[in-house]
């Protein structure tokens, strides 16, 4: 895990060590093990550099890193399969003279040029020169994981890990009127409609699941040849014919080996442990392979809330004494994020929507006073398994549009039992027949919300750029659940959790965001995700003999 930061411009005095020192200066808790920085022969082209040292430790895997005479890069995150790959590529002739999974992204690409994005799993954001073409390449990981924003301004391009680095070369902090007016009025902290818009007007941040090649151009109107490309999606319309068994079975070996790989370290690893059942689900598979992992620490780190209603102290217990964790807890109160908000506000740069982030990142503080840089963390489960509370309105609308009455009415019921109270009333009905129809009418509601909204003058509200708050037609829970995945919802969550862990120079890796396990999630039916009145049924389902009955049926 690391900070970058370049800059490319046609004119050499816009490239300096200068700038690009004030830049990873800006960004060092990212990258406290050291810095780099390369210029390349023409002055036009360079790359700035903070390590957080977690594979190959030795000065081999340095970055900027540079390969074949050819390319160079610098990497923020990690390649989790890039010992497979390092021996496929070795049979295609490449060598290789570190034991970094940096090296492995600049062989892969001169195999595969942007091919190679479809073969990593990892959580990414990179830039590639190449001194041959005269070409940058940058990328960033299916989900966002890793951030990486931008911005090109006359005859300079800069981008970098984190906003701080382009505002100190610079770079405008003029607000976004439209965001920062659905922020206030609708808790919005993303344009689920322009995933490269920010709060700021002048940065812009790459979609994740993209790449972006630059070249100089030849005229005076644009100084570079810009192109942003797609590489993957999330296919919400699969869905595959398979018995319980069957997907349950797939269903743990795919995320078995997604923990295997991100147990990969040379460095201490230990988890985020919050007493639900996603955590304890990534606690409980590392165990069941607990003999091979040499960097495995067996420390846990929660936030605890003694004596509030959802304080799960109790559960966090029963998960750490099953698999004998060293438990080491913290107790965020009001003052200490009073103490703390400032600093949180200067790591995250955007808005944020409630006080929630401020335990991830006492946790994350936690682990650095015990000096574990890794840590796995169950994120995203929710998303993609429909864990929230509200996803039961939308698979119902989904059995009541299939025509599917008797199943509708028994989900419903047998909902009752672990206590969801989800409403349900002549709108969920139209909704279910007339999805475009109630996407709309949605809409309309969060335009009035904002109308109303008597805290904005009006000569604010009507100046400057709106952002229309969308709103997704949903026919069926998939499409939510793609929703929350890809366009609003997680991506912001993983910003949280980004800046976060940098604060405090750790690394957070997520088993549940392998592409692959996403993938299949999405593809079962429905019936798999909620099931007899139970969210994230099939996870459950994976878990009943691994962890305590009180943490996978816990009402």
């Given at each position: 895990m690391c900070g970058i930061a370049g800059i490319i411009s046609d004119n050499p005095n816009q490239v300096s060590r200068q700038q690009l020192q004030r830049m990873t200066d800006s960004i060092a808790h990212r990258g406290p093990d050291g810095e780099g920085f390369w210029i390349n022969a023409k002055g036009k082209v360079g790359f700035g550099h903070r390590r957080l040292a977690v594979i190959d430790l030795s000065e081999a895997g340095k970055q900027p890193m540079h390969y074949l005479d050819r390319y160079t890069i610098i990497f923020n995150g990690e390649i989790y399969n890039y010992s497979e790959l390092k021996e496929e590529l070795k049979k295609k002739g490449y060598a290789f003279f570190s034991q970094s999974d940096t090296e492995v992204i600049l062989a892969a690409y001169a195999q595969y040029g942007n091919q190679c994005l479809q073969f990593f799993d990892g959580m990414f954001a990179f830039a590639i020169w190449d001194d041959h073409t005269q070409k940058l390449f940058c990328a960033r990981d299916r989900f966002g994981e890793k951030p990486l924003y931008f911005t090109q301004h006359n005859d300079r391009f800069v981008f970098a890990s984190e906003m701080k680095a382009l505002w100190e070369v610079g770079v405008d902090k003029s607000v976004h009127r439209g965001q920062l007016l659905n922020y206030l009025t609708l808790g919005l902290t993303g344009d689920a409609k322009n995933s490269f818009q920010t709060f700021f007007n002048e940065v812009s941040s790459l979609p994740a699941a993209h790449f972006l090649e630059l070249q100089f151009g030849n005229n005076e109107d644009s100084k570079f040849k810009i192109k942003v490309q797609s590489y993957w999606d999330l296919d919400k319309e699969s869905c595959i014919t398979i018995k319980p068994g069957q997907a349950t079975e797939t269903f743990i070996n795919l995320l078995q080996t997604s923990v295997k790989r991100r147990l990969r370290s040379d460095v201490n690893i230990g988890t985020s442990l919050s007493g639900g059942l996603d955590s304890s689900t990534i606690t409980a598979v590392i165990h069941s392979f607990l003999s091979t992992q040499n960097h495995y620490t067996q420390a846990a780190f929660s936030a605890i809330f003694p004596g509030f209603a959802k304080d799960?102290?109790?559960?966090?217990?029963?998960?750490?004494?099953?698999?004998?964790?060293?438990?080491?807890?913290?107790?965020?109160?009001?003052?200490?994020?009073?103490?703390?908000?400032?600093?949180?506000?200067?790591?995250?740069?955007?808005?944020?929507?409630?006080?929630?982030?401020?335990?991830?990142?006492?946790?994350?503080?936690?682990?650095?006073?015990?000096?574990?840089?890794?840590?796995?963390?169950?994120?995203?489960?929710?998303?993609?398994?429909?864990?929230?509370?509200?996803?039961?309105?939308?698979?119902?609308?989904?059995?009541?549009?299939?025509?599917?009455?008797?199943?509708?009415?028994?989900?419903?019921?047998?909902?009752?039992?672990?206590?969801?109270?989800?409403?349900?009333?002549?709108?969920?009905?139209?909704?279910?027949?007339?999805?475009?129809?109630?996407?709309?009418?949605?809409?309309?509601?969060?335009?009035?919300?904002?109308?109303?909204?008597?805290?904005?003058?009006?000569?604010?509200?009507?100046?400057?750029?709106?952002?229309?708050?969308?709103?997704?037609?949903?026919?069926?829970?998939?499409?939510?659940?793609?929703?929350?995945?890809?366009?609003?919802?997680?991506?912001?969550?993983?910003?949280?959790?980004?800046?976060?862990?940098?604060?405090?120079?750790?690394?957070?890796?997520?088993?549940?965001?392998?592409?692959?396990?996403?993938?299949?999630?999405?593809?079962?039916?429905?019936?798999?995700?909620?099931r007899q009145g139970y969210t994230k049924w099939i996870l459950r389902l994976a878990m009943n003999n691994l962890l305590p009955h009180d943490i996978v049926w816990r009402k």
């Open positions: 799960e102290s109790a559960q966090i217990k029963l998960v750490a004494d099953k698999f004998n964790l060293h438990s080491y807890t913290v107790t965020p109160t009001a003052q200490s994020l009073l103490n703390d908000f400032e600093k949180i506000s200067w790591h995250q740069e955007e808005p944020f929507q409630s006080s929630s982030i401020y335990a991830q990142y006492k946790v994350y503080e936690l682990a650095k006073d015990k000096g574990v840089t890794v840590l796995l963390d169950g994120q995203g489960a929710d998303e993609t398994l429909a864990g929230y509370h509200k996803y039961y309105s939308w698979y119902w609308q989904e059995l009541w549009a299939r025509g599917n009455s008797k199943l509708f009415a028994e989900e419903r019921k047998k909902a009752q039992a672990p206590g969801v109270s989800a409403n349900w009333n002549f709108k969920n009905y139209a909704a279910a027949y007339l999805p475009i129809m109630a996407a709309r009418q949605l809409q309309k509601n969060a335009l009035r919300q904002q109308n109303l909204n008597h805290d904005i003058n009006n000569e604010y509200f009507n100046k400057g750029d709106k952002i229309k708050p969308f709103k997704a037609s949903i026919e069926k829970l998939n499409d939510q659940l793609y929703f929350d995945t890809m366009q609003l919802g997680l991506p912001e969550l993983l910003r949280y959790a980004d800046r976060n862990s940098m604060a405090h120079s750790r690394e957070v890796r997520l088993p549940f965001l392998n592409h692959e396990l996403v993938q299949f999630v999405f593809s079962l039916p429905s019936e798999y995700k909620i």
